[in-house]
């Protein structure tokens, strides 16, 4: 049976690495996000490799309610949702300033950009999550466990978020788990940082004991995982994909 997906972030990176990943099993697909270009060429990519895939494209500033209300009525219009991939955010408190009216709009803005971007639509949606069977999956980040400011503070906030609604929708059959990447350069995340300054690439895969980055493709493929039939009894786990960044402790 065809499962609907829906993908913030679904426009470039990792959400479209994503949508290629489990364009596998012919879902129908939403694809949300805030600029409409992106999200067009990445669903031109995917019918371009399956012309019969369904893909709905919807665009919205997921901190705003009002916009997320409206994007969850455009996509609830077609019925439940099966599987929720979270993966809109981003580092958005880079700025000047040293005051403290600085320092809270640079903890706002991460806050904003990573927390209320996967909690406003999750819960717009989660009366719409099929049940039992449905799959929630956010994205976290190794900032969450290494430290990293204000964007590591929204993304650990992303991880209490997702160990509380595992707890909550356990018993409905719904999982709720995230993925945390390490460096992986090869997103709009990294690459004008790089761009702008090429060791910044050398100086993080020193830190990583593989000896090398991450893919976006690595990163879908525990997407993928988590959002399969077959991972139904792991919910409120933070899978990391970092190359031994940050190890895992149980």
């Known amino acids: 049976m065809t499962r609907r997906i829906v993908i913030t972030g679904g ?3 990792l959400g479209r690495a994503v949508a290629h990943r489990l364009l596998a099993e012919s879902p129908s697909f939403a694809l949300v996000g805030r600029r409409l270009g992106v999200l067009e060429e990445t669903a031109a990519e995917l019918r371009a490799a399956d012309p019969q895939v369904e893909v ?6 997921l901190t705003d309610p009002a916009a997320v209300g409206n994007a969850a009525a455009e996509i609830t ?3 439940s949702v099966d599987v929720l991939v979270l993966n809109a955010g981003g580092n958005f408190g880079v700025g000047g300033g040293t005051g403290l009216a600085a320092v809270a709009e640079s903890w706002r803005a991460d806050f904003d950009g990573n927390v209320l971007t996967t909690v406003l639509l ?4 989660k009366p719409h999550l099929s049940s039992p069977g449905g799959r929630v999956i956010a994205m976290s980040s ?3 466990i290494r430290g990293s400011g204000a964007y590591g503070a929204a993304k650990a906030a992303v991880n209490a978020w997702v160990w ?7 018993t409905s059959g719904i999982t709720v788990n995230a993925v945390a990447p390490g460096f992986v350069p090869d997103t709009e995340f990294w690459r004008d940082r790089i761009a702008a300054d090429p060791q910044v690439a050398d100086s993080r895969v020193k830190q990583i004991p593989m000896g090398r980055p991450g893919t976006p493709e690595e990163v879908a493929e525990a997407v993928a995982y988590l959002a399969s039939p077959q991972a139904g009894w792991t ?3 933070i899978l990391q994909v970092n190359g031994g960044t940050a190890l895992g402790r149980g």
């Open 11 to 13: 426009g470039t990176g």
């Open 56 to 61: 709905t494209l919807h665009t919205a500033d």
């Open 77 to 79: 219009e077609a019925g």
């Open 122 to 125: 999750a819960h717009a949606l």
């Open 142 to 144: 190794v900032a969450a």
């Open 164 to 170: 509380s609604e595992a707890t909550a929708l356990a």
């Open 235 to 237: 919910t409120g786990q």
